[in-house]
Structure formats: C-alpha cells, structure tokens
C-alpha cells in the first residue's frame, strides 16, 4: 500500500483503468455480489522501499478490515495502482477466483506465525504484488527485475523468495475483491465451508451449460 505523501495510504498513478486485469481476467471464475468494507491498518507489516514505475515508500502487509459484509476480516493488495485510506468505506465486487494468488493466500495461516510477524507480514505482501504484476504477465519470479522489484530488505526479500517458490505452479479458489470506485483491488481467501459451497454451485451451474 502506497504511502501518500500528507495523509493516508497510497499514491495512485496515473491510469484510467482498472489495474492488475491481466490477473482478474485469468482468474476470475464468477461473481458472487458486491461487500462494503474499511481498511483500519496493516498489521503485521513494515513501511519499505519498492520500485514499480519509480522508487516507493510504502507499508506492505496484511490489510486489517472493518467487514461491513466482506467475509474475512483481512485482505491482500493486489493493485498497486490505486488509492486507499484508513478508515474509509469502499464497495467492491466480489468473485471467485482461481489461480496463483489463492495458491499464497492458503499459505498465510501457517506462514504468519511465531516471531518476526512484521517482516513476514512484508514478505508475504511482496510476494503478492511480484504475482499480481510480473507472474500475471507471463514474467518469471524475479524481485530483482520485471514490472515489480523488490530489495529493500533481505530477510524480507527472503521471505518472499521462499513463497514465491512454495506456490510455483500451483493454483487455489480465492475471492477477488474488485473495486467499483478507483480503490485498490484486494484479494483473501474464502472460508472453509462457503467454498465448498460455492465450488459446488458453480461445478453444478458448468454442468447444466454443458448439457444444453
């Protein structure tokens, strides 16, 4: 999340479209509804140094959420092309998704434990942003070239080299939080019994397409 330079979170840069729909396109499977939410801090996490277009000062972690009818109360950015701020309320569109990101998201229980929460809180975000921005693209895992770039810090670069490596080749269901409004896109894992809920409805709603 982009640090703004007098108050709030991030800097957009200039574009008029929505970012990351190189991902949204791959991944998206089917849309569930709109979620209103607030972003209240990012917790674990650190203010770090990245490059993507220019040299950035941002805090990369774990969005922690107000869920006003968001069904999880933490998010990932996945959009590094928007703006958001604490405490504000913002609507998205909600989908389910399939692909890489769900692959690191399901990672996040056992990865955010024990100690050094803060820098794994980073890693784990840098390893969203270099899927969301150069994985997404058909660029290979590299924070050190590519869209996205990361070196700031070692043991955060580390963390994310070794998600990074984790979830090489592999895919998971997610939600896709799109935003209707020019906010950042977010993304976070769907909980347990809803997915297999909706993974059922959408393996029966493929099946009655098919046979008609």
Not at 47 to 66: C, F, R, W
Not at 69 to 82: E, K
Not at 118 to 132: D, V
Not at 166 to 178: E, H, K, N, V, W
Request: glycine residues 8%; charged residues 15%.
């Amino acid at each position: 999340m982009r640090k703004h330079t007098t108050f709030g979170l991030a800097v957009a840069l200039l574009s008029g479209v929505f970012a990351n729909t190189t991902l949204f396109n791959n991944d998206k499977l089917v849309q569930l509804g709109t979620v209103t939410l607030k972003i209240t801090q990012v917790s674990p996490g650190i203010t770090t140094q990245i490059i993507y277009g220019s040299t950035l000062n941002v805090k990369a972690g774990e969005y922690v959420l107000n869920p006003t009818t968001a069904p999880r109360n933490w998010a990932f950015c996945v959009d590094l092309d928007h703006v958001v701020q604490l405490n504000q309320t913002y609507t998205y569109e909600l989908w389910l998704a399939y692909g890489r990101v769900g692959a690191l998201l399901n990672l996040r229980d056992s990865f955010l434990t024990g100690s050094d929460l803060n820098k794994k809180g980073a890693g784990f975000q840098i390893a969203l942003w270099e899927i969301a921005h150069d994985h997404a693209l058909g660029n290979a895992d590299n924070l050190n070239g590519g869209a996205f770039r990361y070196t700031a810090d070692a043991t955060v670069a580390a963390y994310a080299s070794s998600l990074l490596s984790a979830t090489s080749g592999q895919a998971d269901y997610y939600y896709f939080l799109r935003s209707t409004n020019g906010a950042q896109n977010l993304a976070m894992v769907p909980e347990p019994a809803s997915l297999i809920a909706l993974t059922a409805g959408f393996v029966g709603l493929i099946a009655r397409r098919h046979r008609k």
